[in-house]
């Protein structure tokens, strides 16, 4: 077979409908742990009546959101109406061309050859990320806009607000972590913390924590999911969507979870490296393979998310704008100082 | 550069039907806002969609059938609705119960108290976006229906007391039950306030938010945890004590700034003391009957009577109109507290954000059927 079409033609389709494939399977079973977990923590049992242990549910979930009648209200604008959920869902997924989910492999020596198991590894990775992230809000402000409806409007202005200023004090925590891995790409910050010896949420705790908030006020949820709070806007920016369209808002709402939870365990948590990666009496954690790593990281960030779910009532939208730009944003640069004046001392 | 600058930056005004299907409108209330922004000019409640003629009711049914009716009035608490009734009648008849019914009655009402302020809270947390507390809060509010069920047969509407007494003894094993259950109580009620209490969020969403002092509180005639959050000790089981609530001790907890807060305060602190007060009942139970003799066509002595009892949500009270020898009211009016309470409204929200509209609604702890009767 002509070798660069192999390389850059059939090697790249595969990954994709893997990645996709497996992405889309994890969301949907994403509702499932979040129903459960939840649950649990509310003394009751969560979904257990399809299939075994409930196990059938986000299948049959799927579906019911599949036939469901697609409805577009009166005096909506028909176009942008169609096109917000695509808008949001699209850069969701778009991001994990880049995400690292493990060293190349030869997969348990099923490869002639070892191949990264990611899509991409660009040198601008993470502002790739950042980019692409921040489009999926014109999903949010139009479809809320063109719904026609006062409570999806006062939702997308919400939203509106709410990412613009929590991307701010987001930026500057990751700038401390490319102050200590000096490179853009995610596979080179996860081998600078293998180099370094250390996960770099060891020197950088306070962009990690700084991180995790603007991520939850990212992604919309509680303590900060005021753009669809159920409450006070009946279901915010998405109220006047149904079946398929509602979805793919609700799939592009977990998607954002895992970008989050990705990319706080590439650039805080050694991405799929083991615990103190260098340590050779710890040599037997290596048994494990480094995409279950990576996946374990993710799944522990995960479950703080439904953990802040099932414990905190829900910022008032001033209160959210005063964390954000009187606590957060000077956090965040007197920790950029902070981990550049580690950097300067550590590293000469 | 002519334009002040406060009209270059005023926004258009937005109209917002508020409800009256709304998730936290607590049923069928609507609220009409004009909005800037998210800050409210002004709001203004719009009841009625829960009308069901109760006081014309109560015109057409001898005086026995006209309690399951108070049932219907605040659904979350039908023994404290049924007391109102029958503690008027009483007054108007002359009637004196019997210690061991009124011991009876007073373990109902309070366990009623304690289910309802379970329910509010409740719903008052998810309002403000804590999920948790329901199922909790649910689970003990569970228990107290199984014990009404245990003792009527009924967990909601109870109608499960009569002119001169209540319908039945308590059954047997009745009393273990409950007084196992009222142990428990303060322990879960301490569960609750470790998710809400002393939680950051959850003071920045209530302290401070639906101010009303204790003068205006008084103005606009609000009873129970709304007037005692603000700082006034007024509990007709205090002030106008009826049944034996002058036998039982118990305190009546007050707020100071009369602000979301505080009523939250104020009525986790009544859910300790109803668990006090049917402690004493239980220990105290007289023998005796459980019914006053009563005729069994009631007829009344011509007159007019009001009786009222401490609700859950403030003073019930009942204004009964009779003719002589009359087996129905002529006119029985309600003095419902949820809709005396709802009146301040308008001023607790005029000038802050919608979501303080939804904590003011969740603390004003209104309950449609009785506001609309």
């Given at each position: 077979m002509d070798q660069p079409l192999y390389q850059f033609i059939v090697i790249p389709i595969i990954k994709i409908v893997v990645i996709l494939g497996v992405l889309s399977l994890i969301v949907a079973y994403l509702t499932f742990f979040e129903r459960k977990v939840l649950a649990y923590m509310q003394v009751r049992l969560g979904p257990n009546r399809v299939g075994p242990r409930g196990w059938l549910q986000p299948i049959a979930d799927a579906l019911k959101l599949l036939v469901k009648e697609d409805l577009v209200p009166a005096g909506a604008q028909k176009f942008v109406f169609m096109l917000a959920p695509a808008l949001i869902i699209v850069p969701a997924f778009l991001?994990?061309?880049?995400?690292?989910?493990?060293?190349?492999?030869k997969l348990f020596g099923l490869l002639p050859e070892a191949i990264p198991p990611y899509l991409t590894d660009i040198n601008i990775a993470l502002l790739f990320v950042l980019g692409v992230s921040s489009i999926g809000i014109y999903g949010i402000i139009l479809g809320g806009w063109s719904s026609n409806n006062k409570f999806s409007l006062m939702g997308a202005l919400r939203s509106g607000a709410q990412m613009i200023s929590y991307e701010v004090p987001m930026g500057f925590a990751i700038i401390s972590v490319l102050l200590m891995a000096r490179s853009l790409s995610l596979v080179k910050i996860v081998e600078a913390q293998q180099q370094g010896h250390l996960w770099f949420i060891f020197p950088g705790l306070l962009g990690f924590g700084i991180y995790f908030i603007c991520g939850v006020a990212e992604t919309n949820?509680?303590?900060?999911?005021?753009?669809?709070a159920e409450s006070e806007l009946v279901a915010g920016f998405h109220t006047e969507y149904s079946g398929m369209k509602f979805a793919f808002f609700f799939l592009a709402e977990y998607t954002n979870m895992l970008v989050v939870s990705s990319l706080a365990t590439v650039l805080f948590f050694g991405g799929w490296l083991r615990p103190f990666p260098n340590v050779a009496f710890l040599g037997f954690l290596d048994l494990v393979p480094p995409f279950i790593w990576f996946a374990l990281k993710v799944a522990c960030f995960i479950f703080v998310y439904l953990w802040f779910r099932g414990t905190f009532p829900r910022y008032r939208f001033d209160q959210l704008m005063h964390v954000g730009w009187k606590w957060l944003i000077p956090l965040s640069l007197v920790n950029v100082v902070l981990v550049g004046l580690y950097v300067l001392i550590a590293k000469g | 550069m002519s334009e002040p600058l406060e009209t270059l930056f005023e926004g258009e005004e937005m109209e917002l039907s508020f409800g009256p299907q709304h998730p936290s409108t607590h049923g069928v209330l609507r609220v009409m806002l004009k909005l800037d922004g998210e800050k409210i000019l002004d709001a203004k409640p719009i009841i009625g969609y829960l009308h069901r003629g109760t006081e014309k009711l109560f015109e057409k049914e001898p005086f026995p059938q006209c309690i399951p009716h108070t049932d219907r009035l605040d659904y979350v608490a039908a023994a404290t609705n049924n007391q109102g009734f029958v503690v008027a009648m009483e007054k108007l008849l002359g009637i004196t119960i019997p210690p061991r019914a009124a011991y009876i009655r007073m373990i109902l009402a309070e366990l009623q108290r304690i289910s309802s302020h379970l329910l509010w809270l409740a719903t008052h947390a998810i309002d403000l976006g804590a999920i948790t507390p329901f199922f909790y809060t649910f689970r003990e509010r569970e228990e107290i229906l199984d014990l009404f069920e245990s003792y009527c047969g009924a967990r909601l509407t109870l109608n499960t007391m009569k002119i001169g007494g209540v319908p039945f003894d308590l059954p047997d094993g009745w009393t273990a039950t409950c007084s196992d259950y009222i142990n428990r109580l303060p322990a879960h009620i301490a569960e609750y306030e470790t998710l809400l209490t002393g939680n950051r969020i959850w003071k920045k969403r209530t302290i401070g938010v639906g101010v009303i002092s204790g003068e205006e509180a008084i103005e606009w005639g609000l009873t129970g945890p709304p007037l005692r959050g603000s700082g006034v000790r007024w509990d007709i089981r205090k002030v106008?004590?009826?049944?034996?609530?002058?036998e039982v001790d118990f305190e009546i907890p007050i707020g100071n700034n009369g602000d979301t807060y505080d009523r939250y305060l104020v009525r986790m602190e009544e859910m300790r003391q109803s668990a006090r007060i049917v402690r004493q009942c239980l220990d105290r139970l007289p023998d005796g009957p459980v019914m006053a003799k009563v005729p069994k066509v009631i007829r009344a002595t011509e007159g007019m009577v009001y009786g009222s009892v401490e609700a859950p949500k403030g003073e019930l009270g009942y204004f009964i109109v009779a003719t002589e020898k009359a087996t129905e009211p002529y006119r029985c009016h309600v003095r419902p507290p949820s809709f005396i309470n709802l009146q301040a409204l308008p001023d607790m929200v005029r000038g802050r954000l919608v979501p303080d509209l939804v904590a003011v609604i969740g603390t004003l702890d209104i309950v449609l059927g009785e506001i609309d009767r």
């Open positions: 991001v994990f061309a880049v995400i690292p989910f493990g060293p190349a492999t949820r509680n303590p900060f999911d005021l753009p669809e | 106008f004590p009826y049944d034996r609530y002058n």
